[in-house]
């Protein structure tokens, strides 16, 4: 099991990576809109470069959530790892860590600061250490 996996079961929640599939705008808000437009609740949205969408969502069996992605539009990635740096170089895992802390900064959910941040403590690629503290 993954690292990101082993930290979603905690959380209850699923990472599901989806990419686009026509010219839409790639914002993060009007990913939310089509998403929600499909019925499709999710936690956190982060883009992931110009092709990649890392959407969290709640329960752990995210089969039916990927058919209403899919409708609505969307690719799915099942076995796409944004830590998965073999071949790759260094700069990815930097923008990996920069985007995460982004999330963990900006998030208005503790469960999705509380996700990103167990995820990179096992990794064991710390956060930056200006990422204030998770409130109880």
Known sequence: MSHRDATALKQDLSVVYLTFLDNME????????????AGLRVLNVSL????????LVDGLDPKDWKTG???AGFGVLDDF????????????????????????KTSRRT????????????LGWAADIST?????
């Open 69 to 71: 992605a899919r409708s």
């Open 48 to 55: 992931i470069g110009s092709k990649c969408i890392e959407v």
């Open 26 to 37: 790639k914002k993060v808000g009007i990913v939310r809109e089509r998403l929600r437009g």
């Open 111 to 122: 469960r999705v600061k509380e996700f990103y941040r167990e995820w990179l403590q096992l």
């Open 81 to 104: 790892d944004p830590t998965n740096l073999e071949g790759k170089a260094k700069p990815n895992k930097t923008s990996f860590v920069q985007r995460v802390n982004h999330e963990i």
């Open 132 to 136: 204030p503290p998770i409130d109880p």
